[in-house]
C-alpha cells in the first residue's frame, strides 16, 4: 500500500524559512509525478507545485512562484518543498500528493501544518 | 476567486440524487479531463473520479462523472449519510501551466 508522510512543518515567523519533506514508503516513486497541495484554515484545496517523475520539469502556482522550490531524491523516495520569504497567507496544512498510473494526485500524504505568525 | 467555478454547498436525503457542477474555461476543462476529489472532515482529499468518468477501484459506481465542453459534473445517486464531505474538481490549465481547483462543494445529508 502507498504511504505518503509529510514533515518539516512548524511556526516560523513572516520572512522565515522552512524546508518540507515527503517520504513515499513505496517502491515506484520515481515512475510518478508529484504535487504539493494546501489547505488554509477553513478554506479549499489550492495548488502548489508540481515535479516531473525526472525532476526536470516543474510548475509554480503564481502565489508562490520565486519564494518556493520544490524538488525530489528518487533514490531518497522523497519529495521536498523549500519554502522562503513566507507570508502570513502560506498559513496551512500542506500535502503531497502522488500521481498513479490514470488518476493525478491519486495518493496523498496526512498533511503538515504550517504557521506563518510574528 | 478560484479558477473552476462549483456551488459553495448542495443537500440532498438519503437515497435521494444529486449532482454537483463546475465550470471552468477553454484552457482548463475545455481542453483536458476533470478529475474529482472528496474529503471528509479532518481527513486527507482523496481521488473519487479521474479522467472526467473513471472511478478508481473502491469507489462504489453510486458516483459518476461526466464533461461537456467546459464544464463537468458529478452525480451521487442513492445518497448516503456517510457521503457528507467536501468536493473538489480539479483540471490542469494550459494558460497557468499548472492545476487548478474548484473551490469545493459542501455536500450535506439532511
Known amino acids: 500500500e502507498v504511504q505518503l508522510v509529510e514533515s518539516g512543518g512548524g511556526s516560523v515567523q513572516p520572512g522565515g524559512s522552512l524546508r518540507l519533506s515527503c517520504v513515499d514508503s513505496?517502491?515506484?516513486?520515481?515512475?510518478?509525478?508529484v504535487n504539493w497541495v494546501r489547505q488554509a484554515p477553513g478554506k479549499g484545496l489550492e495548488w502548489v507545485s508540481f515535479?516531473?517523475?525526472?525532476?526536470?520539469?516543474?510548475s509554480y502556482a503564481d502565489p508562490v512562484k520565486g519564494r518556493f522550490t520544490i524538488s525530489r531524491d528518487n533514490a531518497r523516495n522523497s519529495l521536498y518543498l523549500q519554502m522562503n520569504s513566507l507570508r502570513a497567507d502560506d498559513t496551512a496544512v500542506y500535502y503531497c500528493?502522488?500521481?498513479?498510473?490514470?488518476?493525478?494526485?491519486?495518493?496523498w500524504g496526512q498533511g503538515t501544518v504550517v504557521t506563518v505568525s510574528s | 476567486q478560484s479558477v473552476l467555478t462549483q456551488p459553495p454547498s448542495v443537500s440532498g436525503t438519503p437515497g435521494q440524487r444529486v449532482t454537483i457542477s463546475c465550470s471552468g474555461s477553454s484552457s482548463n476543462i475545455g481542453s483536458d479531463t476533470v478529475h474529482w476529489y472528496q474529503q471528509l472532515p479532518g481527513t486527507a482529499p482523496k481521488v473519487l473520479m479521474y479522467?472526467?468518468?473513471q472511478r478508481p477501484s473502491g469507489v462504489p459506481d453510486r458516483f459518476s462523472g461526466s464533461k461537456s465542453g467546459t464544464s463537468a459534473s458529478l452525480a451521487i445517486s442513492g445518497l448516503q449519510s456517510e457521503d457528507e464531505a467536501d468536493y473538489y474538481c480539479?483540471?490542469?490549465?494550459?494558460?497557468?501551466?499548472?492545476?487548478?481547483f474548484g473551490g469545493g462543494t459542501k455536500l450535506t445529508v439532511v
Open positions: 513505496g517502491f515506484t516513486f520515481s515512475s510518478y509525478s
Open positions: 500528493a502522488r500521481d498513479s498510473g490514470g488518476a493525478p494526485m491519486a495518493y
Open positions: 480539479v483540471a490542469w490549465d494550459d494558460s497557468l501551466n499548472g492545476w487548478v
Open positions: 479522467k472526467n468518468n
Open positions: 515535479i516531473s517523475t525526472s525532476g526536470r520539469t516543474m
